[in-house]
């Protein structure tokens, strides 16, 4: 074997290893997505490891995506207080987040202008970090009138047009079906949040793709 065929040898074997070595090393830091949201992410009543959170990376997860979910949901947020905990709840472990909030502000009538603020406010600073966004989008209960209903959802279908992953309506499936919800008629039972996940499952896997691409 010649010297120059010993060095060709040698150079082709130290890039396969460095080539195995980031690999080994990207597979060892998994995708972390932060989910923000209320008490449909915090998983009210619900048993512990039953949650949106919880639910969603096991089946990422299950297709062989290396993703941590963390849970960022707190019961009875309104978009106005997602806003003022978003630095602290969403740490530099974040990769992405999935924004789901706004249905306290619908329960409690709250104006869908401010909403849209709080919301493009939360967008705005996630832009400024650099992370991909889903946003869950929300529908306001029949209750509160027609005008009430087309300007909320609105809000979440102009914040759409913006680069971030859309899912339309975070409850489709779920919303007013009995045995997929608790006694409240609100809050999705663990059933209920496999629906969730099931229906919501490709958008998040769009979210996953643009970490990916991103590198």
């Known amino acids: 074997m010649s010297h120059s065929f010993r060095r060709l040898v040698l150079a082709a074997a130290l890039t396969a290893a460095m080539t195995g070595a980031m690999t080994g090393a990207a597979r060892a830091e998994p995708i972390t997505i932060v989910a923000l949201g209320d008490s449909l992410t915090a998983g009210y009543q619900l048993p512990p490891g039953t949650g949106f959170p919880a639910q969603l990376e096991k089946a990422l997860q299950a297709e062989g995506l290396d993703v941590k979910v963390l849970d960022a949901g707190v019961s009875g947020d309104t978009t106005s207080a997602g806003l003022s905990r978003l630095d602290w709840s969403v740490g530099p472990e974040a990769d992405a987040v999935i924004v789901e909030l706004g249905a306290n502000d619908a329960l409690r009538g709250l104006d869908p202008a401010d909403a849209r603020a709080n919301l493009e406010a939360i967008l705005d600073r996630l832009d400024e970090r650099g992370l991909p966004v889903l946003l869950a989008g929300m529908l306001a209960p029949p209750n509160l009138g027609e005008e009430y209903g087309k300007a909320f959802a609105g809000v979440f279908q102009d ?13 489709d499936g779920v919303a007013a079906d009995p045995s997929l919800n608790l006694g409240d008629g609100i809050h999705p039972t663990v059933e209920g949040v496999a629906v969730i996940v099931e229906r919501i499952l490709p958008k998040v896997r769009e979210l996953v793709g643009r970490v990916q691409k991103a590198g």
């Open 159 to 171: 914040l759409a047009t913006r680069d971030v992953v859309f899912y339309p309506f975070f409850l």
